[in-house]
């Protein structure tokens, strides 16, 4: 299955949500699968995003339809990058 990379960047809106109710990260994650993509890993990092996930979707349609639906809510943006694992852009090569 694609794997793509959210880098994720909360509005003054999400810091407010994530600062009142944290356990709305891993809720967000199960809407996520009912979009049709699944997170496989999640990172809170420093500095320009304040979170990096992995997700696996079955194709660019679905991931977008999970970044445009995630997005309209205001509480974060997003940008999100499709992931060629190394080998396989290696034998594009």
């Known amino acids: 299955m694609p794997t793509y990379i959210m880098l994720s960047t909360l509005t003054p809106e999400g ?9 709305r990260i891993k809720e967000v994650n199960h809407e996520v699968e009912q979009l049709g993509a699944t997170v496989k890993a999640q990172w809170a990092t420093l500095g320009r995003f304040d979170f990096v996930n992995i997700v696996e979707a ?20 997003y940008e999100t990058l499709s992931a060629l694992p190394i080998d396989d852009f290696i034998a594009s090569l």
């Open 15 to 23: 810091v407010q949500t994530v600062k009142n109710n944290p356990h």
């Open 58 to 77: 079955p194709d660019e349609a679905t991931m977008a339809r999970v970044s445009l639906e995630l997005g309209s809510r205001g509480t974060v943006h």
